[in-house]
């Protein structure tokens, strides 16, 4: 199975910082990955797909890059409503996996 | 509007069993690929089944195959889950959601909670 290896398990940042958080995949998954938020008590809602895309109706400060193995979400301009926790997902082959999250608040 | 409504769970105890539907509505339910994927209290995500539009290819996750059975009736609009021989481990939030155009999950539903316990 392929692991995806997500951090920084959590952090604290204050409004209109950039924060960046990382998925490191255990094998090559090409574009194969992409980048959900959940907030507290809601479902997952897709952020960035296909490593780089941004989703439908997802604010631009939402940005996905790719080095390699290693998948990187960037949030520019954080503000309060970007609480939540933060999923990677690789569905590059059967079991599709998650990484473990990133907890992100607001200071 | 996509929606994707779920339904029941509840508590059961382990080794029984125990089916679970998703009702969707606001799409060409029959054009998409669908998913189970669950979450333990306070814990991630972890993907659970796949099943395509029209059923041909069926996925699972170790942790429930052979027990687990995913399927769907297009003409109901709905998926399903039947899950077997329940273990405390399987107590979780089931979310159904759609494998969009993206090809990844675009919507979820608001999940459905499953209590394995005696």
């Known amino acids: 199975d392929i692991q995806m290896t997500q951090s920084p398990a959590s952090l604290s940042a204050s409004p209109e910082e950039i924060v960046t958080i990382t998925c490191q995949a255990s094998?090559?998954?090409?574009?194969?990955l992409a980048w959900y938020q959940q907030k507290p008590g809601k479902s997952p809602q897709l952020l960035i797909y296909?490593?780089?895309s941004l989703a439908d109706g997802i604010p631009s400060r939402f940005s996905g890059s790719r080095s390699g193995t290693q998948y990187s979400l960037k949030i520019s301009r954080l503000q309060v409503e970007d609480t939540g926790i933060y999923y990677c997902?690789?569905?590059?082959?059967?079991?599709?996996?998650f990484g473990g999250g990133t907890k992100l608040e607001l200071k | 509007e996509v929606q994707l409504v779920e339904s029941g769970g509840g508590l059961v105890q382990p080794g029984r069993s125990l089916k679970l539907s998703c009702l969707a509505s606001?799409?060409?339910?029959?054009?998409?690929?669908m998913n189970w994927i669950r979450q333990a209290p306070g814990k991630g995500l972890e993907w659970v089944a796949s099943?395509?539009?029209?059923?041909?290819?069926?996925y699972y996750a170790d942790t429930v195959k052979g027990r687990f059975t995913i399927s769907r009736d297009n003409a109901k609009n709905t998926l399903y889950l039947q899950m077997t021989s329940l273990r405390s481990e399987d107590t979780a939030l089931y979310y159904c959601?759609?494998?969009?155009?993206?090809?990844?999950?675009?919507?979820w539903g608001q999940g459905v909670m499953v209590t394995v316990s005696s």
């Open positions: 959601a759609r494998r969009g155009t993206t090809t990844f999950f675009d919507y």
């Open positions: 606001g799409f060409t339910f029959s054009n998409y690929g």
């Open positions: 099943i395509s539009s029209s059923s041909s290819y069926i």
């Open positions: 094998q090559d998954i090409g574009n194969w």
């Open positions: 296909s490593a780089t």
């Open positions: 997902l690789q569905r590059y082959s059967n079991p599709w996996t």
